[in-house]
């Protein structure tokens, strides 16, 4: 018997299964003409389901930021990039504990992090790959000399057990400079420029060149030296990714749905989803004269959710004619997709009205995944 | 053998036990002191095992928001209130399957949702107090005016599995007037009392009265006609409790644990515990010229969490001679910590630098859990 949308009970996230293949099928044209190698990073999506998905179109292995998402994506690939300092010694000994077939890159900033990575290596009996991460501009983690660059490679060569794989950045703050992405990208080639160069003039030209991420990814084939890109959010998008121009509105795949749960007070609506529901993410784009607020509804972008509590969503009605009644469910694009997956369990798979599949945010929480997928009743089918 | 604080995997949530048994006790105490009944809201600890406590201390009942806080909590509570619009099939139909020994009240706005509740409770073979939900200046639910106050509980009086309990109101915007804190509670008083005396006026003097929050707590046996009050951030509080002036620094009883992963970037450190870890919630207090930012350390309360990303905090290190090196680890008190508690399945208890103990943060999530907890292999012991 099918499900339908007006049957489920809110706030939950759904995913309209056909936005979501558009999606991935895009992302993997774009890399296939452009010549660069995708690795999509899991933390959006969290699902060896999905991440089966973008492999099976041509991703050559996935990106990680915490050890839960390598642990389960580790059933699904066997070529992981851990992009996220080593740094501590349950993060060293979980890398360690990888399986053995798979194939583990790290990214690094910090020689001590690379004398510790090195020890964890030979205690796993294994071999790491390892980026050397670089700041271009996100002042975030990296370092920001191709001097330093060019030691930290060094002494990754010099380790056992450690092999100096190439060059990794993070471009999260073009998103924030729209107007100048042309620029800004002009900039951040000849900023890597100086990095490629000075490492090759001492012998270690690096193979891989990792950058991208969802709103600069369409344009990452215009950054000499690049070959491989780690975009995310592409998989569902958002509304900041959609008021940027890096996707249609009609590309965000993933919505909360909610419920409208008091229009006691005068000139808004309340639904019941909060923070808990959506974050509290603010939108990194024009709004076009909208509060940014932090989410707003697929059929009525014009509506906004602009004050929330736990449980609370306000949407202001002062902009549209249309007219909520108590329990009416409305669809949330919210403002950034990867907190709200993080903030649930479980994800609902839609076409049009009628539910499909419901699949597990396996790699949400922290905990260790190796034990419970291998022994636990909740060991996800190989995809 | 004991486990220290400096073996555990970050980014965790950590509560000091002491803390957290001063925070349940002083609460308590001002409960009895003034006269008023404490019903807490699970919502910051959604722990069975904490409202064992806030009970055993002499709660009457607890409140909740979600249904799966509400059947978490009927395992060990027999008088709840669910502070939320019953709205929704999937909710009503959850409130009537509450355990037939749990007395439940449910606060409302809307006479609509009332003959829904009604329904739901002849269906439950089961009968509902109701508390009318009043608007006293935070604008989110609750109806403005006496006479819609009145309306509602006549109709709550005419239908047959429904009884009328009393008003309920929630006094979240006074928070953010500290400045005005006393002139916004004799507003709030005189308010009130219009919809008591429109209430009485008719032959339904509300014979409970609920209000309260942290923030607002302490002063709350100033409102008359107040016997009830419904805080929940005290046993844990927060750098918002804090900056107000509602709590003490010291008396923060939970702190995110993080690790510094990277230095590579001058004038500041980079943390394991962000978005992911700490929620993005504004510092609703004065910061005294600090950047308000997300969190701030609990042993160096000039260090701000200024900027994040999912799984990064940045440290500004510009107030501070303090110079973290990689891999120290450092408590974050954050902005608000109910939301944080939503972010993690689990929570430390520590004495000093030694684990105690740990417990499932039990009603996060949506899920049923009156199936999960009767039949599952997680059924806590009754406390």
């Not at 609370?312 to 907190?339: A, E, M, Y």
Request: charged fraction near 20%; charge should be negative; proline fraction near 6%.
């Amino acid at each position: 018997m099918t499900t339908y949308l007006e049957q489920l009970e809110t706030p939950v996230p759904i995913v309209d299964l056909d936005r979501l293949a558009f999606n991935l099928d895009r992302m993997a044209a774009y890399a296939t003409l452009h010549g660069l190698q995708l690795r999509p990073h899991v933390k959006t999506h969290k699902s060896p389901r999905i991440a089966a998905e973008q492999l099976r179109r041509g991703a050559v292995g996935l990106t990680c930021a915490t050890l839960r998402e390598a642990e389960v994506m580790a059933e699904v690939c066997d070529d992981l990039l851990v992009a996220y300092p080593p740094v501590g010694a349950a993060r060293l000994e979980r890398l360690a504990r990888l399986p053995q077939q798979v194939n583990v890159t790290v990214a690094v900033d910090d020689a001590q992090a690379l004398d510790a990575l090195n020890v964890a290596a030979r205690l796993g009996r294994r071999q790491f790959e390892v980026l050397v991460e670089v700041d271009l501009g996100m002042h975030r983690v990296g370092v920001s000399s191709p001097e330093r660059a060019v030691a930290i490679a060094q002494h990754i060569e010099r380790a056992s057990a450690l092999h100096f794989a190439g060059l990794m950045f993070y471009p999260g703050h073009i998103r924030e400079a729209v107007d100048d992405q042309a620029e800004a990208l002009a900039t951040l080639g000849s900023d890597l420029a100086t990095f490629v160069h000075a490492l090759t003039a001492v012998g270690l030209p690096p193979k891989r060149v990792s950058g991208g991420s969802t709103p600069a990814a369409w344009r990452m084939h215009e950054v000499p030296a690049v070959n491989e890109v780690r975009p995310g959010t592409y998989v569902y998008n958002d509304r900041t990714t959609a008021l940027i121009g890096a996707c249609e509105w009609d590309e965000c795949a993933l919505t909360v749905l909610a419920t409208v749960v008091s229009v006691a007070v005068p000139g808004q609506a309340v639904i019941d989803a909060g923070t808990k529901a959506l974050g509290r993410e603010p939108l990194r784009a024009a709004s076009d004269g909208q509060e940014p607020g932090y989410g707003a509804l697929l059929d009525h972008p014009e509506v906004v959710v602009t004050r929330m509590s736990e449980e609370h969503g306000i949407l202001d009605l002062s902009k549209t004619s249309w007219r909520p009644r108590l329990g009416d469910q409305v669809r949330v694009v919210p403002n950034h997709v990867c907190i709200v997956v993080h903030l649930f369990d479980e994800i609902i798979g839609v076409r049009g009205h009628a539910v499909e599949t419901r699949w597990p945010v396996t790699a949400r929480g922290r905990g260790p995944a190796l034990g419970e997928l291998a022994d636990g009743p909740s060991r996800p089918r190989a995809v």
